[in-house]
């Protein structure tokens, strides 16, 4: 009865609306990237959740370890100074 | 939700000795404790894995075995409107199905195993899709009863701590709303409408309630595993709880339709403050579970029938995909 | 559309009403067809693909029928139009009641809908009726994307393996005799082209045919042979399967005569 394969795995992101980032909302199967593309339509848009579709073979995702977050993102935490709100400006002192 | 009984029923034990290593283990339930996520790259104890894809699986499953008695009456539904409404929910419930697989899939298991094991009989799905649907009130009360129920368990696993689950059950509970007003509204021009179609209204509340409060899985006492995964946050409330909140929802719902819920202990209870109700049949709910309801066969064999009838449809589509790869390989 | 130069002709409403017959019960009985495909598809996302077509089938015919109703001025609805008529007074092309068959059957059915709806509502954009031009502007989008899905999946089943290949070219072959009827003009389709109304059928099929032809080599499939026999579906002459698509479709309406729902 199985299927020795299933078709690939794709996945998908959507942009809501103009003027937002393309964001990940799931996958499909299908064999090839048009494919994927009309699959993602059918099942992520049926409510006029997007106006741009990417799709990714979910193969060629390369993924930070989450093993290794301490060392990647760690580091960034004591640099408090990149953030405005580390300074203290007088208030007399307008538009900074 | 169509799992949440389901999930005791075919585990084998789960337990936390399993796990090898403690430290791991403890940043895991401290991450859980705090409300953040499990996503797919972390480490999580196996048992916790296995407890959601069987969870996640038996779901997907039950909306694409949920998709056939309804689609049953696609064809006849009785105005246009109502055809469509029909059309777009049985979709939405295929869609369920495909974000729900595709969830299940970070865990580690191909939708292919997953499908093999339905319709090979192995895996568990929602022992209420197994009723037939005699007539059109029955899409109503599917709508209104089934959907309601379904709402009723999701909406807690929208907070559920494994990502992709919680994420795919925020999109799923948008949906569901328009399936359980759609199904109330049916009921609504029914109960108001001619003798006969109120006759309809009545027998189909007399055929769906005591299987729509089985959903909710066994009684408390009787389910096993509901400490563990209420623990890790997979599960945040006990079948009971949530049984009883719907039949509080669901009552006045029914006096507004002015038809009666076929259970002669039902009874206001002033001081609790809620609805008592009358013994469920039990025995009938594990028959249906075990394959002995009065559509398993039916509905395995007619998901079956899709899945060979459209092997050929597959594999005709992934030969042509290597080809035409082979070809722009040649030629580039 | 060319013949707006002829657009102080008229029609008589009855037959403007059967033109519109024929645009909408063509979308109709195939929204119904494609309403058995639905939770039996070959994938999942193949269910959710054949439901939207069917759902964008279903919103044209009940714009359609809306109107016909309206101007027929007898009052009669979307519903009674779809429920209450006869399968004589159904003007469906006959190759949309075609059974499901397989999938390869269902997808070239589709094709050679979904090529000459393309065609004909592209057409119907510049209608001398106003009303029509502004149902076929919203159809013509839906149409190019079911043509776009039906087309991908003629080209993967024509050019898959063997067995898909025999399969379609099946479906074709025995699919492709109900095409006729689409662009061989009777006295109505005339009148209503020389109104402006709708298109010259012949160059509908001519643009059709060169689209259809596109596809078909991409897909590696071969064109039937023109066919000897023309059916009558749009005139009320349908074939053995309308029948019992209506009595389906229709059932609880006739059952339950005035309930409403
Ligand atoms: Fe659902
Ligand atoms: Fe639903």
Avoid at chain 3, 43 to 70: F, K, M, S, V, W
């Amino acid at each position: 009865m199985s299927d020795a394969h299933d078709w690939p795995l794709y996945e998908i992101f959507i942009r809501a609306r103009g003027g937002l980032d393309h964001k990940h909302v799931g996958s499909v199967h299908a064999v090839d990237a048009t494919m994927a593309v009309e699959h993602a339509r059918d099942v992520y848009t049926r409510r006029q959740e997007g106006v741009s579709i990417w799709v990714v073979r979910s193969g060629d995702i390369v993924a930070s370890d989450p093993a290794e977050s301490d060392s990647l993102f760690e580091p960034a935490r004591d640099k408090i100074y990149r953030h405005p709100t580390f300074y203290d400006i007088p208030k007399e002192v307008e538009t900074l | 939700m169509y799992t949440q009984g389901l999930l005791e029923q075919g585990s084998k034990t789960v337990t936390v000795a399993a796990v090898e290593d403690a430290e791991r283990l403890q940043r895991f339930e401290a991450k859980i404790d705090a409300e953040e996520k499990i996503e797919p790259k972390d480490w999580m104890p196996d048992a916790y894995r296995q407890t959601l894809i069987r969870q996640i699986s038996q779901h997907a499953h039950s909306e694409i075995v949920g998709m056939l008695p309804e689609g049953n009456w696609i064809t006849r539904a009785p105005t246009l409107l109502r055809k469509s409404i029909l059309i777009a929910k049985v979709q939405d419930e295929g869609g369920h199905g495909a974000y729900l697989y595709s969830a299940a899939e970070t865990l580690g298991i191909s939708r292919a195993e997953m499908i093999d094991q339905l319709l090979a009989g192995k895996a568990k799905y929602s022992s209420i899709f197994n009723y037939p649907t005699l007539s059109w009130a029955d899409i109503g009360a599917i709508g209104w009863l089934v959907d309601g129920a379904a709402i009723m368990n999701q909406i807690p696993l929208c907070r559920c701590s494994y990502g992709p689950y919680a994420r795919a059950m925020i999109r799923i509970c948008k949906e569901e709303s328009f399936h359980q007003r759609q199904g109330y509204d049916i009921m609504l021009k029914l109960a108001r409408g001619t003798v006969g179609q109120r006759r309809m209204a009545q027998d189909a509340l007399d055929r769906w309630w005591w299987p729509s409060l089985m959903m909710f899985g066994p009684p408390d006492g009787a389910s096993q595993h509901t400490a563990l995964s209420v623990r890790w946050k997979i599960k945040r409330f006990t079948n009971d709880e949530l049984r009883q909140k719907f039949v509080d929802f669901t009552v006045p719902q029914a006096k507004f339709l002015d038809i009666s819920v076929p259970d002669p202990d039902m009874r206001w209870d002033e001081a609790a403050g809620q609805h008592r109700f009358g013994e469920i049949n039990w025995a009938e709910f594990h028959e249906v579970l075990k394959g002995n309801g009065p559509c398993n066969r039916e509905r395995l064999t007619a998901r079956r029938n899709a899945h060979d009838a459209g092997r050929w449809v597959r594999e005709a589509a992934a030969a042509y995909a290597a080809k035409h790869t082979a070809r722009s390989v040649a030629a580039a | 559309m060319s013949a707006r130069a002829d657009a102080g002709v008229t029609v008589a409403v009855p037959d403007r009403v059967r033109h519109l017959l024929r645009i909408a019960d063509t979308s109709l009985v195939l929204a119904q067809r494609l309403g058995e495909w639905v939770g039996h598809g070959p994938a999942i996302e193949e269910d959710l693909g054949l439901a939207n077509t069917a759902l964008d089938l279903l919103g044209q015919a009940r714009l359609l029928l809306a109107y016909a109703g309206e101007l027929e001025g007898r009052g009669r609805s979307e519903d009674a139009l779809a429920f209450l008529r006869e399968e004589a007074d159904f003007l469906n092309a006959t190759l949309a009641e075609q059974p499901n068959g397989d999938f390869g059957d269902t997808i070239v059915r589709q094709f050679l809908i979904d090529a000459y709806q393309l065609e004909l509502y592209e057409q119907l954009m510049t209608s001398a009726d106003p009303r029509l031009a502004e149902i076929a502007a919203k159809a013509v989008k839906e149409t190019r994307y079911h043509l776009r899905f039906s087309s991908a999946w003629l080209v993967r089943l024509g050019d898959g393996t063997a067995e898909s290949h025999g399969r379609v070219q099946g479906s074709l072959d025995r699919l492709w005799p109900f095409t006729r009827e689409l662009f061989d003009a009777d006295n109505l389709d005339r009148a209503i082209a020389v109104a402006g109304i709708g298109p010259q059928l012949a160059a509908l099929g001519a643009a059709w045919s060169a689209r259809v032809d596109a596809v078909l080599a991409e897909a590696m499939l071969r064109r039937p042979a023109a066919s000897p026999y023309r059916w009558y579906g749009k005139q009320g002459l349908h074939s053995e399967h309308l029948g019992y698509l209506l009595a389906d479709l229709q059932h609880l309406q006739r059952t339950h005569a005035g309930a409403s729902w």
